[in-house]
Structures are given as C-alpha cells and as structure tokens.
C-alpha cells in the first residue's frame, strides 16, 4: 500500500506538487491522471526516493523511501519514459544484470526472465541486442526489468505509450493479473480507454495539488457528468492532457 500525505517540491521557480496526498491499496490498479506538466512524474519519482521531497509524508508499505531508499525500492517495480537500456548488452544479459543487482539467484533469474517474457511477448528479442531497438520494443525490456524481482508495488509512467495494439493488450492483461495477485497499481496515464478498462481507482492531480480521488463511477457522480474524460475534464478546468 503507498499512502502519501501533502507532498511539496519544487524545482527553482517552478512549484512541481503542492499537496499531493492519496492512498493506493493492494489488489487496485490506481490511475494517476492529469494535464501536461501536472506533476505526475514528479511525483513518481519522489515516490521511489530519486527525487526528495520538501514537504510532507510517504509510505511504501510503512516505509518511508526518504530515510530507507534500498528498503522501499526493494518493493517497487519502476517505469519512467528513461528506459535506461545498454546498447551492447541483449535483452536477457540486460535482464540478468537487474535480477543480480536485486540480489536474485541464478536459477530465480532465469526462470523469471521466462515468465516475463511470456507475459509481455518478448520471444523474439529475448537474445538481440538492444541496439536500435524501437521505442515499443525498448518499452516492453523496461517493463520487464520493473516485473523482475516481482515488486509488490508498481509506479508505472504512460506505461502503453509507444506499444502496437497487440502489446498494449498484452499489458493491459498482465497488469490485471497484477493486481489479482495483490499489487498495489499506479498507473500514470493520458489514456482514458485504460483508465474504465483497468483502474479501481483515479487520483486527479491539477497544478501539482490532488483535486479528486474515487471510483471511476465516483468522479462522475461527483461532478454530476456521466461520461469519465468530460469529468476529468470538469475537475482540471482544461481541455489538455488527453488522448482519446
Ligand atoms: N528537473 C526539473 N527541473 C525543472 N523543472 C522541472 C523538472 N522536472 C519537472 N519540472 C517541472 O515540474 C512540472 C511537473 O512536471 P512533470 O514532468 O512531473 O509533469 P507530468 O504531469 O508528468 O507531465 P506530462 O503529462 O507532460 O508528462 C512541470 O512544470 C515541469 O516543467
């Protein structure tokens, strides 16, 4: 479970969150939803401790990733849009190396690496090098390195962007058995397809401030709008940041 309590940070002259505070709990997939330049990432990243905070309070399953770093990441999976791959290396040697550096066992490696390349299809460039991978191939190494060491908690960022329709049902369904497993899913997103089809659960964020958290359901019922994106929409007072 992350729970998170009036988060702050700024950049220079730049007021990144300005009181971020939700709960996510395990067995949801939670969608983190706003316009460009909202905070999400920010966010993300301060979550995982590669960013510190001004203000306010985090928990990662009781830990707090400011004072516990190692603890915290050992139970998080996450995606950025800085997929980080090493041209020389092939897929599985990539993959390998993560599994090592989480202290995972040889036999746990290679058994892991054969799960998730079944759950996210990567057959053909298990043993390619990842040189002049495409942005959807180099998405799908990314997420497999996240679901390596079986993370209880996921912060995923845009998470679909750049995979063809095939791969993004792929995910869609490994997540979905994620979450029935017990993890704790946060999903940050433009795309409100994934959001009715995945999510238990949306946090809206504004100008680096939480502006609602509920149910898909809720959000309409609390904005007296039946349809989710013209919600969003409502509760943002814009019409940036959405993908159809
Ligand atoms: N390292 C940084 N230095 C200066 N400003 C930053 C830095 N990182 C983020 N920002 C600013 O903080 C704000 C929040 O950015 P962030 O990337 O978290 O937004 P986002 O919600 O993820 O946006 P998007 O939907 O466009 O990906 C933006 O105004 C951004 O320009």
Do not use: W
């Not at 998170?4 to 939700?22: C, M, N, P, T, W």
């Not at 950025?80 to 993560?98: K, P, V």
């Not at 290679?110 to 942005?135: H, N, P, Y």
């Not at 959000?219 to 007072?237: K, M, P, S, Y």
């Amino acid at each position: 479970m992350i729970h998170v309590e009036d988060i702050h940070k700024r950049f220079g002259a730049v007021q990144a969150l300005a009181g971020v505070g939700f709960t996510a709990r395990d067995g949801q997939a939670t969608a983190l939803l706003g316009p460009n330049g909202a905070g999400k990432t920010t966010l993300l990243r301060t979550l995982v401790g590669l960013l510190q905070r001004d203000r306010g309070a985090v928990s990662i399953d009781g830990i707090d990733p400011a004072t516990d770093p190692m603890g915290a990441r050992r139970s998080i999976g996450l995606l950025t849009d800085q997929f980080g791959l090493y041209d020389r290396l092939s897929t599985r040697e990539y993959l390998t190396y993560f599994g090592q550096i989480n202290s995972m066992g040889k036999a746990a490696i290679a058994r892991r690496i054969g799960e998730v390349c079944e759950l996210l299809d990567l057959g053909d460039i298990l043993d390619r090098s990842t040189k002049g991978f495409s942005q959807g191939q180099r998405m799908k190494v990314a997420m497999a390195r996240t679901l390596l060491h079986r993370p209880r908690n996921l912060l995923l960022d845009e998470p679909t962007r750049g995979l063809d329709v095939m791969s993004t049902r792929a995910l869609r369904r490994a997540l979905a058995a994620l979450r029935s497993e017990g993890c704790c899913i946060i999903l940050a997103t433009h795309v409100m397809q994934e959001v009715t089809q995945l999510c238990d659960d949306v946090i809206v964020i504004a100008k680096g401030q939480t502006v609602a958290q509920g149910s898909p359901q809720d959000l309409c019922r609390q904005t007296g709008i039946a349809n989710l994106e013209d919600a969003f929409v409502h509760l943002v007072g814009t019409e940036e940041g959405i993908a159809a």
